[in-house]
């Protein structure tokens, strides 16, 4: 008989992915009310396939995945491990050391390799919130900082004054400083504003223009020996007609635009 499989789930999500969404696309996949969906999120180990084959288990698994929920195959002859209540104490006892613990049967230690470090022990009553869960209410109030106070007793409102800024603010009256400026003057109206000497000089170009003439309008004003011969090309004859207005002339064309997101599988929580 061939081994049997579980498929277990602890309420994790993937990374980049919503809890919300994986809510509901998880009461979707199973046809989930409610109640049974906020089990399946509880934070505690929850089968969801149970006694299947490695095939069954590994689609379940990849169906998961897909929508963004972290599960684990299990063999069936494992049991799921959840945690243990704290054991009690008879009263009548004495109280052990927390440096020693007693057990029925002595378990001989195992040797630690040089250089190792040993593995500490894990208390199976810490357990991670699923990614994505937000803090209750009382969790917030815990954590949220009381407001800042802020004094105000040494701000108070000056009476307004007769003129720009108060009295203390104002520049005390005294000699102005001497400002020592050149008397540029103002040239008259429509006056050359360089002098002679600072005018530059160009010197006048001679040039005969008695060989040269206007030709007349479209004349040709190159002459023959100028001219670069063309040669002439002779092309056969085309079998070729004109396209209809419109027609597509193997243009470019713009891509589609993608679709647009299905969100019906989307709600609320």
């Known amino acids: ?58 689609k379940v698994k990849a169906a998961l995945t897909k929508i963004g929920a972290d599960s684990e195959i299990k063999s069936a002859s494992t049991p799921v491990a959840t945690a243990a209540p704290a054991p009690t104490r008879p009263v009548s ?35 991670l919130a699923p990614v994505g869960q937000v803090l209750t209410e009382a969790e917030r109030a815990a954590l949220r900082k009381p407001p800042v106070q802020v004094k ?21 009256a005294g000699k102005r400083p001497e400002i020592k400026a050149p008397d540029f003057g103002v040239a008259p109206m429509s006056g050359d504003l360089l002098k002679d000497n600072e005018k530059r000089v160009y010197e006048t170009l001679e040039i005969d223009l008695s060989n040269f003439k ?33 027609s597509d002339m193997a243009q470019l064309k713009k891509p589609a635009p993608p679709p647009p997101p299905k969100v019906d599988h989307i709600r609320l929580a």
């Open 1 to 58: 008989m061939s081994e049997l499989f579980n498929v277990i789930f602890r309420g994790d999500i993937l990374p980049g992915h919503s809890l919300p969404v994986v809510k509901a696309q998880m009461a979707q996949l199973f046809k989930l009310d409610d109640a049974k969906l906020a089990a399946v999120f509880s934070g505690k180990p929850v089968t969801l396939k149970k006694d299947c084959d490695a095939t069954t288990a590994e």
């Open 214 to 246: 206007v030709a007349e309008l479209g004349a040709d004003i190159m002459r023959e020996d100028e001219k670069l011969p063309l040669p002439v090309m002779e092309i056969e004859e085309l079998n070729a007609d004109l396209a209809p207005v419109g």
């Open 93 to 127: 006892s004495p109280p052990a050391s927390p440096a020693v613990t007693t057990q029925s049967t002595p378990v001989p230690a195992k040797p630690v390799p040089p250089g190792s470090v040993s593995p500490q022990p894990i208390n199976s009553g810490i357990k």
């Open 152 to 172: 105000t007793e040494h701000i108070s409102l000056e009476k307004k004054a007769s003129s720009f800024g108060a009295a203390e603010d104002k520049p005390v």
